[in-house]
C-alpha cells in the first residue's frame, strides 16, 4: 500500500464543508468517490488536514489517502481530476512515506479572508462587502492578534479544545490598485472553530465603532466563553496554505 499526499483546492460555495457528510455534499465525499472509480469500486478514506466550514474555500487544503496503483503518480493526478467537477481540482499529488499525516504533522497554516469596500457585483460570491470602515483602526487591531493568546473569546465553544494559539503574522492589505478590495492575511500554528471569521468579523466591527479597541484587546486578554462578538460570512475566507517541516 502507497500514501499519497494530495493539495487541494475548490471553491466551497455549494458543498457543506470539507468533511465528509451523510448526505455526501462534503467534498471529502467527492474526492473519495473519484478515487473509488479507480479502485475497482472499494472505499478509499482520505484524511484531510483542516476542516473547513460550509461555504469556506481552499487553494491548499493538504490530504493523504492510502492506495495500491499501478499507474504513475501523474496518470493518477490526472485520473483522480477528470472524474471531479470543476469546482474542486487536485493541484499536486505526490508519493509520501508512510509516517506522513496531513493533519498531525501541519506546524503552521495560513488563512485570507477577502473584503470588498463597494458594490461591485463581480465579488458578490467570494467576498465579504464592508463599508465606512477605519482603516486605521483595522489594522491596529489585526496587530494586537499577533504572538500567543487563549483565543476562547473568538471560537465555538467546545469543553474538549485548546484554545491556545500562537499568531505569527496578522495585516490587512489592499488586494488590487484601486483599493477596492481588503486581504486579510492570518499565519499561526493552528485555529480554533470559526476563529477567524470571529476575528474578522470583530476587527471589522473595531472599524465601524461598533465595539472599541480597548473592548476587542479585553477580549484577547480576558478569554470568556460564548462571547457576544460579530463573526464574518464564510464566503471570503479561504485556506490559503497547510505548511509541513519539509
Not at 475497482?40 to 490530504?63: C, E, Y
Amino acid at each position: 500500500m502507497t500514501r499519497y499526499k494530495i493539495v487541494i483546492q475548490y471553491d466551497g460555495t455549494n458543498f457543506s464543508g470539507f468533511q465528509s457528510q451523510k448526505n455526501q455534499s462534503g467534498i471529502q465525499d467527492k474526492i473519495e468517490s473519484s478515487i473509488f472509480a479507480l479502485n475497482n469500486n472499494k472505499k478509499v478514506k482520505i484524511f484531510g488536514a483542516s476542516r473547513t466550514d460550509a461555504g469556506v474555500h481552499a487553494l491548499g487544503q493538504v490530504a493523504h489517502f492510502d492506495l495500491d496503483s499501478k499507474l504513475t503518480d501523474n496518470e493518477l493526478h490526472r485520473a483522480i481530476n477528470a472524474r471531479l467537477n470543476k469546482e474542486i481540482r487536485i493541484s499536486h499529488l505526490s508519493k509520501i512515506e508512510e509516517s506522513f499525516h496531513s493533519r498531525f504533522d501541519a506546524k503552521s497554516k495560513e488563512y485570507n479572508y477577502l473584503c470588498c469596500l463597494s458594490d461591485n457585483p463581480l465579488y458578490l460570491k467570494d467576498h465579504y462587502h464592508v463599508k465606512n470602515i477605519d482603516l486605521k483602526l483595522l489594522m491596529e487591531a489585526s496587530k494586537i492578534i499577533e504572538g500567543k493568546h487563549n483565543f476562547l473569546s473568538f471560537s465555538k465553544f467546545s469543553n474538549k479544545q485548546n484554545n491556545n494559539c500562537e499568531i505569527f503574522a496578522s495585516k490587512w492589505v489592499f488586494d488590487d490598485k484601486n483599493h477596492e478590495k481588503l486581504l486579510y492575511i492570518i499565519h499561526g500554528n493552528r485555529f480554533l472553530h470559526h476563529m477567524v471569521r470571529y476575528l474578522v468579523g470583530s476587527m471589522i466591527a473595531v472599524s465601524q465603532n461598533k465595539i472599541s479597541i480597548d473592548d476587542f484587546r479585553t477580549l484577547l486578554n480576558q478569554p470568556i466563553k460564548d462571547a457576544k462578538i460579530y463573526k464574518a460570512p464564510s464566503n471570503g475566507l479561504v485556506l490559503k496554505e497547510i505548511l509541513y517541516e519539509n
